[in-house]
């Protein structure tokens, strides 16, 4: 993130806004330009996910030569595979709509890119991030990361329920998360105004929103939190009020992280099924979503979707009354 940041120009980017064709007003190159780049952008935030979920399967069925294809899902009831299939429709419809606000002037900004100096200058940026991302590794500090072996964990996650994704960030960040959810159009929106950076950050994170492991979009959602504070205080919600709520959602995940930590140990030495389902077990939870039983999941699913709506409610009356 802090490489996306310096290495590229903080201008602003415009909002691209499809034309309609029509002979008195024809699109232009660069409006051609940015239709093909947005709606690549676009496709491959949506279909990357789908694409590797089905080379997953053929893998475990054609290479690995498994008997039951029912095994190759990862769903928690393996007999029922219209889980896996749900979840899948789920992620492409989020996902279409969340890399609406997206769209972007891209073809002006990257001809601000080509110019030797910015080109030498991203350049030099990488050669450091790989320089300082491999040194803990060379030194012992942490192990080997496989990039490969993150997205092959990834494909399979939103398949263990319908958009479970967005179930566990909740249980983790709370009320918080339920804003960004709420205000992703506005935060899209202002983030362009920070340049094409922080816009490759969003597209990032929506890449990794799909993991079931929070710790994954933790630093996506601190750096949200001042953009979405802001907008919020032009609704007439004070900043403070905001950093209140995360606040008290993190010290009260000081007790939510480890209840049942005796379970967790168990489950961490013997890998029991019936271990995994003893919920809550949050702490564990975080590292393997898919194993929370059926029933929790629908139970923080329902309490998501009613607060979502309170939280829409309140946010209309606030504008309405600020308006006024």
């Known amino acids: 993130m802090a490489l996306l940041l310096l290495a ?8 691209y806004i499809p034309r309609k ?23 491959i935030l949506t279909w990357w996910l789908p694409t590797a979920f089905v080379a997953y399967i053929f893998f475990r069925l054609y290479v690995r030569g498994m008997d039951n294809y029912q095994s190759v ?5 393996p007999q029922n595979v219209w889980i896996s299939v749900a979840g899948i429709i789920a992620y492409i ?8 606000p997206l769209r972007a002037d891209f073809a002006t900004t990257l001809k601000q890119l080509c110019t030797r100096r910015r080109i030498l200058a991203i350049a030099l940026w990488l050669a450091i ?9 060379m030194y012992g500090f942490k192990g080997k990361f496989s990039l490969v072996n993150e997205f092959a964990q990834i494909c399979q996650f939103p398949a263990t329920d319908v958009l479970i994704f967005i ?22 929106r202002e983030t362009r105004i920070l340049g094409i950076g922080a816009v490759l950050i969003l597209m990032l994170s929506l890449v ?5 492991e929070t710790r994954k979009i933790t630093c996506f959602y601190i750096f949200l939190l001042p953009i979405m504070g802001t907008l919020l205080e032009k609704k007439v919600i004070k900043l403070y009020i905001v950093y209140l709520i995360v606040a008290t959602q993190l010290i009260c995940s000081a007790f939510w992280f480890n209840i049942n930590t005796d379970g967790i140990a168990e489950a961490f030495a013997t890998y029991d099924i019936n271990v995994y389902l003893q919920m809550p077990a949050q702490r564990y939870y975080m590292f393997q979503g898919p194993w929370q039983s059926h029933q929790m999941y629908m139970l923080i699913i329902i ?3 009613c607060l979502l709506g309170i939280l829409q409610l309140y946010l209309r009356n606030k504008s309405k009354n600020n308006n006024t």
């Open 129 to 137: 991030f790989v320089v300082v991302y491999t040194l803990p590794t």
């Open 21 to 43: 064709e029509n002979a008195a007003n024809p699109p232009s190159k660069i409006d051609k330009a940015n239709y093909i780049l947005n709606a690549t952008m676009r496709a």
């Open 208 to 212: 990794f929103l799909s993991d079931i």
């Open 167 to 188: 179930e566990t960030h909740f249980l983790y960040l709370g009320i918080g998360f339920l804003f960004v959810l709420l205000m992703w159009k506005e935060i899209c």
């Open 93 to 100: 419809i989020f996902y279409f709509y969340a890399t609406m």
């Open 8 to 15: 590229f120009p903080n201008n602003s980017v415009g909002e």
């Open 303 to 305: 309490i998501e979707i």
């Open 73 to 77: 899902f990862v769903t928690r009831y």
